[in-house]
C-alpha cells in the first residue's frame, strides 16, 4: 500500500511539473532536408511561447527591374512599381536580413529582428544596380544577389565593380550556377563544376563567403541536392510558392516571386497571404535543439 502510494505522488509531482509544458516535434536534419524520425523537445509553456513570424518567413524572388527586352514579361518589375513595394515594406516595419542570418536563426537559434524578410534577385540582371540598388540604399534595405559565374560583365547584367559596391553596402552574394542551365538534367560529373567550383571561384574573386544557391529554373533532384550538400551550402533556394520554413529542409525553400503584374496590390496580397490557420512550424525564439547535418 505504501509502494503505491509513493507512486501515485511522484505521477501527481510529474503531473503538476510538466503537465503545462507544450511538447513539439522537431525533425532531425539531414544534409538536404529531414529524415522520416522525429524526436520531442520540451518548448516553454504554451501560454507564453513565442510565435512571432520567424517560423515562416518570406523570402521575395526577383528577377529584373526595368522594362521587357525578353519574351518573359512577367519577370521584369517596373522601375515605379518596385520603389513603392520597397517603400510599403518600410512603412509596415519589415527588417531585411541575408540568406544567411535566416539559416544562423533556424540553426543555431540566432535572433532576428522583428518581421524579418528576405529579398532576392536571380540572375544578376544590370537593372538590379541601376534600378533597384539606389532605392534600397535610400531606404536602408538590403537583398541577395544570386549571380550567375559565366554572365557576369555580360551585356545587360552585372560587372565586378558594380556587385562590389552593393556588397560593400551590405548586400550578400549567392550562387546561380556556373552556367545557369538545367542542374537536373545535366550529367553528375558534371554537377560539382557547376555548383561547387564556379562557387569557389567566385569566393577568391570577390572576397566573400558564399553559402546560399537558387536552382536555375528551379530545376534539382536528388543527385543536385546530394552535390550542393557536399559543396557545403547552408541554404538553397526555390521557386516554390510560399512562405519559407525550415521543415521545408534548408536546402529547399520556398520564395515568393514577384511579378510584373503584381504591382502593390498583388504586392502585399502575397505577403499578408499567410495562412494563420496552419499549424505552427515550431515554437521560435528558443533554443530548440535542431541537429545540422552539415
Same mark, same amino acid.
Given at each position: ?125 544590370? $537593372?538590379? !544596380?541601376?534600378? *533597384? ?9 538590403? +537583398? /541577395?544577389?544570386?549571380?550567375? @559565374? =559565366? ?66 529554373? $528551379?530545376? !534539382?533532384?536528388? *543527385? ?9 551550402? +547552408? /541554404?538553397?533556394?526555390?521557386? @516554390? =510558392? ?53
Amino acid at each position: 500500500m505504501k509502494a503505491f502510494s509513493r507512486i501515485m505522488l511522484l505521477v501527481l509531482v510529474m503531473t503538476l511539473v510538466f503537465g503545462s509544458v507544450r511538447v513539439a516535434h522537431a525533425r532531425i536534419y539531414h544534409p538536404y532536408g529531414f529524415d522520416t524520425h522525429y524526436r520531442q523537445i520540451y518548448c516553454q509553456p504554451a501560454e507564453e511561447a513565442d510565435f512571432t513570424e520567424h517560423c515562416r518567413v518570406p523570402i521575395l524572388m526577383y528577377h529584373e527591374i526595368g522594362e521587357p527586352f525578353t519574351e518573359h514579361t512577367e519577370l521584369f518589375v517596373d522601375p515605379d512599381n518596385f520603389e513603392r513595394q520597397m517603400e510599403y515594406l518600410v512603412e509596415h516595419d519589415y527588417n531585411t536580413v541575408s540568406m544567411a542570418e535566416l539559416a544562423a536563426h533556424w540553426l543555431e537559434s540566432e535572433p532576428l529582428p522583428s518581421n524579418p524578410i528576405v529579398i532576392t534577385f536571380d540572375d544578376g540582371f544590370l $537593372g538590379n !544596380y541601376t534600378k *533597384a540598388f539606389p532605392v534600397m540604399k535610400k531606404l536602408e534595405l538590403t +537583398a /541577395t544577389i544570386y549571380v550567375v @559565374e =559565366e554572365l557576369i560583365g555580360s551585356e545587360r547584367y552585372l560587372n565586378d565593380s558594380m556587385l562590389s559596391e552593393m556588397l560593400e553596402a551590405g548586400f550578400e552574394l549567392g550562387h546561380h550556377t556556373k552556367t545557369h542551365r538545367e542542374l537536373s538534367n545535366i550529367p553528375v560529373n558534371e554537377l560539382e563544376a557547376e555548383v561547387k567550383c564556379s562557387r569557389d571561384r567566385l569566393e577568391d574573386r570577390f572576397d566573400v563567403c558564399i553559402d546560399t544557391i537558387a536552382y536555375p529554373y $528551379g530545376s !534539382y533532384n536528388e *543527385a543536385v541536392l546530394e552535390a550542393v550538400s557536399g559543396a557545403d551550402y +547552408a /541554404t538553397g533556394v526555390t521557386i @516554390e =510558392e510560399g512562405f519559407a520554413s525550415e521543415e521545408q529542409g534548408m536546402l529547399t525553400l520556398n520564395r515568393i516571386a514577384v511579378l510584373r503584374s503584381d504591382g502593390l496590390e498583388g504586392f502585399s496580397e502575397k505577403l499578408e497571404s499567410r495562412n494563420d490557420n496552419e499549424v505552427k512550424v515550431n515554437y521560435c525564439g528558443q533554443k530548440r535543439g535542431l541537429v545540422p547535418g552539415r
